[in-house]
């Protein structure tokens, strides 16, 4: 299969990179869900309070706000920790390091060929004129 029917087909290297890297971006958004929602813990759990003589139903919005914002907190914590770490991670280290192994061979092996190739040119001789 040529390089352009992969690329057109959206197999290959190409979307194996597109899948990492729409997973690392996945792994900072989740991050940042998670520092928003232990803000909005905090906010919630801490900083607002009901007066004593709330109405019933505002007294459970204000319960189910919380528990949403718990909720929310431990939903993005098992998605974030418990799964694309684990999954993503790893596999982006892995092509990577993999990726950079392959480069640092081809340069290696370039400069074998190179020395080789060197060494089969006819060298130019100067000529020794004395003016």
């Not at 813990?41 to 009901?50: F, K, S």
Request: hydrophobic fraction near 45%.
């Amino acid at each position: 299969m040529s390089g352009v029917s992969q690329a057109v087909s959206g197999g290959g290297i190409e979307a194996e990179k597109r899948q990492e890297h729409g997973s690392m971006t996945m792994m900072g958004s989740l991050l940042r869900r998670i520092f928003v929602d232990i803000n909005w813990i905090h906010d919630v759990w801490l900083n607002i309070t009901l007066p004593e003589n709330a109405p019933l139903k505002d007294k459970a919005w204000f319960g189910f706000g919380r528990v949403l914002a718990v909720a929310n907190l431990v939903y993005f914590s098992i998605n974030l920790f418990g799964f694309l770490i684990p999954r993503f991670l790893p596999r982006a280290f892995k092509s990577y390091f993999q990726e950079r192994g392959e480069v640092y061979a081809k340069a290696a092996e370039d400069k074998v060929h190179g020395v080789i190739d060197k060494s089969n040119v006819p060298h130019k001789e100067s000529s020794n004129l004395r003016i």
